[in-house]
Each structure stands twice: as structure tokens, then as C-alpha cells.
């Protein structure tokens, strides 16, 4: 029987300041930073490999999403279909998706 590695990592992924935070009804700027915004990834190396993945932001789009997946096959050799991805939708986090009146980055 073959024993499960797992590791985690987070990154701090706070917009820049000036630029838009999708999610309002008005192109929102960042103007500061009250808690820091993170990606976070937990990996478990098992029989078959398996991420999962939190980004604090309001939405994903799908080819930002896809992208991740390629790459983790490509970096990691975790099979696209084997990592999971979700957005907290955090209305102040990282211009990550156009929303309402935001840009995105």
C-alpha cells in the first residue's frame, strides 16, 4: 500500500493598487490592503495525483481555469482532470474576471 504524500502552499495574490476589483457595481480601485488575499493549492500524491486549489477572487473564467489544469500536467504530471479550482468570490480581491463595471487585469 503506497502512503499518501500531501503538501500545501499559499501565495499572496493582493490587486495592485489602482486597479480594478471586479464584483461592485462601479469600476472599484484597490487603495489599500486590509488582509492579504491568497491562492492557495493543496496537493495529495497518491495512486493517482489530485490538487485542489482556493483563489481568493470573485470569479474564474473557464480558460483561466484550463490554463491552471495544463499546467499542472505539464509542471506537476497531475492529469488536468485531477485538479479542482474555486474562486471565494471575494468582491475585493484581484482583477480576475470582468464583473459589472471592473476591468479585468
Not at 480594478?20 to 469600476?27: E, Q, R, Y
Not at 486590509?34 to 486549489?53: G, K, N, T, Y
Amino acid at each position: 500500500m503506497h502512503t499518501p504524500l500531501v503538501g500545501a502552499a499559499a501565495v499572496v495574490i493582493n490587486p495592485a493598487l489602482g486597479s480594478s476589483m471586479p464584483g461592485g457595481l462601479a469600476d472599484r480601485k484597490a487603495c489599500g490592503v486590509h488582509d492579504d488575499l491568497l491562492a492557495r493549492a493543496l496537493v495529495m500524491e497518491a495512486e493517482e495525483p489530485l490538487a485542489l486549489l482556493s483563489v481568493d477572487c470573485v470569479a474564474l473564467h473557464r480558460d483561466t481555469v484550463l490554463a491552471i489544469r495544463e499546467a499542472a500536467q505539464r509542471e506537476a504530471e497531475i492529469p488536468g482532470e485531477r485538479v479542482f479550482v474555486a474562486a471565494t468570490h471575494t468582491h475585493h480581491g484581484p482583477p480576475s474576471a470582468t464583473a459589472f463595471q471592473s476591468n479585468r487585469g
